[in-house]
């Protein structure tokens, strides 16, 4: 599947999305004016046995003007309640944070799962969210993968196996990466306000039935509110077809993707055969679970017309998609005992410790689709990561202290200053889990600092605000101490602030460039300093820098050294995070054009292209040798 193509698709179905909302909002306007133009003209028989009719320009704008307005604030109203992102959404299904397995091996077996699927593509491990329903689903839900969340059903956790539950998670993965999962929330929030002319009718209704026998207008209120409750539910009933229309398609594609990163078929097949043999199926008994059905792995509802409401294609449809000689049978029995034993790394197998040689074209077509060597891969360094680290990156506490950790100075006075501050200032009961984390030290290695700060940034979602602002600010002394701020330092921040500056403060980058022509100077900035990053190659960085531009075809010149500062390196980037998701292909290949001009990727090099490639909101898988 082409990543940069899949977004711009997701962009587009925002489009269609928008226009039908906009076809079922005049109609409802239509109906609901002839609603009102019946009531008003059934009461005067005289005038319709004449062909007189009561009505006006007027009022048909006055009351055209209300559904809208009606319609419109119930979905802000509706997004606005979910601003929190994938967390809100799985807050509203009742679900539970998990934050660790407490000896459960069903829950290690998913934590796991996530975490090394996350770890291969290079995005923050998602949080997971356990729904208590014994029905076998799933979601991912957000606005971008800062904010994602990935929700379980029990009923998936216990009666799947490794395999299968791998095979699902890649499937909702594939939904984190294509952009569907803000589209997803938008469905929300455009459903409801849609579905607003059914409550009111409701409310009109139990309120005309309260008032029966004690006032003469009793009998209008439930005309009124039986109007209302037909005009609703006929819009819900549109509404269903547009959560259809924009939905089954991407299914498809997304079992298709669980393919791909897993490169194996079997075990999303295995998962759909084992919920076809399931007696509890999958539909969810939580009242909310409707308004996301969408978002569900399988269909979460019942429908009364299932072939043309359904939000997802038949189950033996997709079986047959990925094995096309599937005889009908599905799964039933018992699972074989859980058993998630990871393979540990060989000696320094896993990390970033050497320089490397990577092809600028697999490394591009890797974006969003990491393959089974990448999933191997991460499986191995989460078994080869000190189990002292692990654990520190899972509790909100220690998390920070992890983070503090990889900041701190070589130098003996300047680290002596650091933690004295982080004494004086750190929240409390995180400089002790620092004085643990010290005692640790010798354990890491830099290249185990991308995967704990993956493991880490969904721990530090549950921070508060004012903790956040305090990390920040602590931060910021840290880098600064020295008098100067090193790359990977920058690195961390930037990754730090991108993500949870997404959950805390809703920052989500927008497309406001279409040309790579209109991010000349960003492209520039960025372009030069990956042609300075190798301070030892045997390449001059304006020979890097000529190798990388003449990629974008546009006139780029090197910026020089001393101009760049990380305010205007913060800038570059989130300009080119901005940037139209077909142009950004060619930007990240200039970006690995460059740091390939040796021949060679440093440790800080790989560093920096992950860095860049996700700020840009394009996860690169780590480099596998």
Not at 8 to 15: F, L
Not at 471 to 481: G, H, P, Q, Y
Not at 587 to 607: H, I, P
Request: one cysteine or more.
């Amino acid at each position: 599947m082409d990543f940069f193509e899949s977004q711009n698709k997701a962009r587009k179905k925002t489009t269609l999305l928008l226009f039908l909302f906009t076809l079922a909002v005049l109609s409802l306007v239509a109906l609901t004016n002839l609603l009102v133009f019946a009531l008003i003209n059934m009461q005067d028989t005289a005038g319709l046995a004449t062909g007189r009719y009561h009505y006006s320009v007027e009022i048909f704008l006055m009351i055209g003007a209300g559904v809208i307005s009606l319609i419109i604030l119930a979905s802000l109203f509706k997004l606005y309640s979910l601003k929190g992102g994938g967390r809100a959404v799985a807050e509203m299904l009742g679900g539970e944070l998990l934050v660790d397995a407490g000896g459960d091996l069903n829950r290690k077996k998913l934590l796991n799962v996530v975490e090394e699927m996350a770890i291969a593509s290079g995005t923050p491990v998602p949080p997971v969210y356990l729904i208590r329903e014994s029905a076998i689903n799933a979601f991912a839900a957000g606005y971008s993968p800062s904010d994602a969340v990935i929700g379980v059903t029990e009923g998936a956790m216990n009666n799947l196996t490794r395999d299968e539950l791998q095979g699902v998670i890649a499937h909702e993965f594939s939904h984190i990466f294509n952009g569907d999962m803000r589209l997803n929330i938008r469905l929300i929030g455009v459903l409801y306000g849609i579905l607003m002319l059914a409550l009111i009718g409701r409310i009109l209704l139990q309120s005309g039935a309260h008032r029966a026998g004690r006032r003469n207008n009793s009998g209008s209120i439930v005309a009124i509110a039986v109007g209302l409750l037909a005009i609703g539910y006929l819009g819900q009933f549109f509404g269903n077809l547009i959560k259809a229309a924009v939905s089954r398609q991407r299914e498809y594609l997304a079992d298709a993707s669980a393919v791909q990163f897993t490169r194996n078929p079997a075990s999303i097949a295995n998962a759909l055969k084992r919920i076809g043999g399931y007696r509890e199926g999958t539909v969810l008994k939580h009242p909310e679970s409707e308004e996301i059905s969408h978002a569900f792995f399988c269909e979460a509802v019942s429908f009364s017309f299932a072939g043309l409401m359904a939000t997802h294609p038949p189950l033996a449809k997709r079986i047959r998609r990925i094995e096309p000689g599937w005889q009908g049978d599905y799964l039933e029995g018992p699972l074989p005992a859980p058993d998630d034993n990871l393979e540990p790394a060989t000696g320094a197998m896993g990390f970033a410790a050497a320089d490397v040689s990577i092809d600028p074209e697999k490394t591009i077509d890797n974006i969003g689709n990491p393959d089974d060597g990448q999933v191997g891969y991460a499986r191995k360094v989460i078994g080869a990561l000190p189990p002292t680290l692990t654990e520190a990156a899972r509790v909100p506490y220690s998390a920070r202290s992890l983070v503090y950790l990889m900041i701190l100075d070589q130098d003996k006075a300047v680290r002596e200053q650091q933690i004295e501050h982080l004494r004086q200032a750190a929240d409390l009961g995180v400089f002790e889990e620092l004085e643990k984390l010290l005692r640790a030290e010798p354990e890491f290695q830099p290249g185990m600092r991308l995967p704990l700060l993956e493991m880490a940034l969904p721990t530090l979602h549950q921070l508060s605000y004012e903790q956040y602002r305090l990390f920040l600010s602590n931060l910021d002394v840290l880098i600064r101490a020295d008098g100067r701020i090193g790359l990977s330092e920058w690195a961390v921040r930037k990754l730090v602030t991108k993500h949870l500056g997404e959950v805390f403060e809703g920052r989500h980058s927008k497309v406001k460039f279409n040309r790579l022509s209109q991010v000349k100077a960003p492209a520039a900035t960025l372009l030069s300093l990956l042609a300075y990053a190798d301070r030892h190659a045997d390449i001059t960085p304006q020979k890097a820098f000529e190798l990388g531009a003449v990629e974008l075809d546009i006139d780029l010149q090197l910026v020089d050294k001393q101009s760049l500062g990380f305010t205007r390196l913060n800038d570059a980037l989130d300009a080119l995070a901005a940037l139209h998701p077909l142009r950004k292909p060619k930007l990240l290949k200039a970006c690995v054009r460059t740091v390939t001009a040796d021949g060679v990727v440093s440790v800080l090099e790989q560093e920096l292209l992950r860095m860049i490639a996700d700020t840009l909101e394009c996860p690169m898988p780590p480099v596998v040798t």
